[in-house]
C-alpha cells in the first residue's frame, strides 16, 4: 500500500483543516487507517485510527471531540476532519494503514506510511 496525504497548511486557532490520505493498490479496504503527528521536538504521537470497515474508531485523548477520522473505501481515501484547532496541534502529519487490529498498546505500530504534510496553527 502507497500512501499520500494531503490537506496540510497554515490556518488560525480556532480554525478547520481536513487531511486527506490517498492510497493506491486494490487491498485499501483491509487495512485499518491512521494518522499521527510529530511535532518539532517531539516524539511521534497516535492522533487517531479507523478500522478497515470504518465502524471502529479510536482517538487520542488531547484531540477527542475535535477531530474525527473517516474513510471513503470505494475512492481508496482516508480522512482527517480537524475542528477547533490549538497552537499544540502545530506538527506534521502522517497517514499509516495497518492490518492488525488497533490497541492502545501498539498505537503508533503500522506497516505503511505516507510521506507527512505540514499543519501549522498561529495564535
Known amino acids: 500500500v502507497q500512501l499520500q496525504a494531503f490537506g496540510g497548511g497554515l490556518v488560525q486557532a480556532g480554525g478547520s483543516l481536513r487531511l486527506s490520505c490517498a492510497a493506491s493498490?486494490?487491498?485499501?479496504?483491509?487495512?485499518?487507517m491512521g494518522w499521527l503527528r510529530q511535532a518539532p521536538g517531539k516524539n511521534r504521537e497516535f492522533v487517531a485510527h479507523?478500522?478497515?470497515?470504518?465502524?471502529?474508531?479510536y482517538y487520542a485523548d488531547s484531540v477527542k471531540g475535535r477531530f474525527t477520522i473517516s474513510r471513503d473505501n470505494p475512492n481508496n481515501t482516508a480522512y482527517l476532519q480537524m475542528n477547533s484547532l490549538k497552537p499544540e496541534d502545530t506538527a506534521v502529519y502522517y497517514c499509516?494503514?495497518?492490518?492488525?487490529?488497533?490497541?492502545?498498546?501498539?498505537?503508533?505500530?503500522?506497516?505503511?506510511w505516507g510521506q507527512g504534510t505540514q499543519v501549522t496553527v498561529s495564535s
Open positions: 493498490g486494490r487491498t485499501f479496504s483491509m487495512y485499518g
Open positions: 499509516a494503514a495497518r492490518r492488525r487490529p488497533y490497541t492502545e498498546t501498539a498505537s503508533d505500530e503500522y506497516e505503511y
Open positions: 479507523i478500522s478497515w470497515s470504518g465502524l471502529k474508531t
